[in-house]
């Protein structure tokens, strides 16, 4: 456990208090909270380094990612990942949330995607609620623990995304402000994307009506439309129980210069 990550906690508490991305301070304070938690590594978390050996995912029965649950309240949730080598998180969203994400040890590539319209539609037969949301593709980018930078997402940027640990496993710690249980759109899917054409991305007939202003049609990145599906099966975790430090009792303890903002 460090200095540096009971520098992130606090930053994140005074980050989340207040989340109106039209505020000054708010805008400031994530700005601040990006500088920090790009500087994290698997030791300041209080982490072992065999958490991520590829020999902890030769054993027959290992899943293959690790889920850490380090910390959640009503205004954040802080977790890490590890995957197995070239293994991919599915395709999922993180409706209307902001997020950071950093490689704390390996490295992965991350394809991300904005959305652009949806359309939901609910099954008469069992009430299943399903989505379809056209979007965009965003540049695939790959983060390492050494790179000292983090992936962030916002409430309508990059907020669906899969994850692949490329050249060995991979552990990345996140921050998402609200938590899946208190978002305003509290659950979360996983999706297929289909490709679609340029020259039908241009048109209503998609069936989402919408933004086809002209500065949109002017974007070209590739479009998808991501359909929801159940959990994939072979998408489970391990569980690995952390050890709450002692500042994360206190956090209404801190002081300005504990959150150096």
């Not at 500088?35 to 995912?57: H, K, M, N």
């Not at 309240?73 to 993180?94: C, G, I, K, Q, W």
């Not at 978002?183 to 979360?188: D, E, H, L, T």
């Not at 599906?229 to 569980?239: A, G, L, R, S, V």
């Amino acid at each position: 456990m460090s200095t540096l990550f009971a520098r992130v906690f606090r930053q994140a508490w005074a980050t989340f208090e207040h989340t109106s991305a039209s505020d000054a301070k708010f805008a400031s304070n994530l700005h601040a909270l990006h500088r920090l938690v790009s500087q994290l590594t698997l030791a300041d978390i209080g982490l072992e380094p065999s958490l991520v050996a590829t020999e902890t995912f030769q054993q027959p029965s290992k899943a293959p990612c690790t889920y850490v649950g380090v910390f959640e309240n009503n205004r954040f949730a802080m977790s890490v990942f590890v995957l197995r080598e070239n293994y991919t998180m599915p395709l999922h969203d993180h409706p209307q949330m902001h997020g950071l994400l950093r490689v704390v040890s390996g490295a992965v590539q991350i394809c991300s995607y904005s959305e652009v319209a949806r359309r939901d539609t609910v099954e008469p037969k069992d009430g299943t609620l399903r989505r379809h949301v056209l979007v965009v593709a965003e540049p695939e980018k790959i983060i390492s623990s050494a790179a000292g930078d983090c992936a962030v997402l916002t409430p309508t940027e990059r907020n669906f995304h899969e994850i692949t640990a490329i050249g060995g496993p991979a552990a990345f710690f996140d921050i998402l402000s609200p938590p899946y249980n208190l978002s305003s759109q509290p659950q979360y899917f996983f999706y297929r994307k289909v490709p679609v054409p340029r020259h039908l991305a241009e048109m209503e007939p998609l069936g989402f009506g919408g933004p086809n202003t002209p500065s949109a049609l002017e974007d070209e990145r590739p479009r998808y439309v991501l359909e929801t599906i159940p959990n994939p099966e072979h998408y489970y975790c391990d569980t690995v129980h952390y050890i709450t430090p002692d500042f994360m009792y206190h956090p209404e303890g801190s002081t300005t210069s504990d959150l150096n903002v």
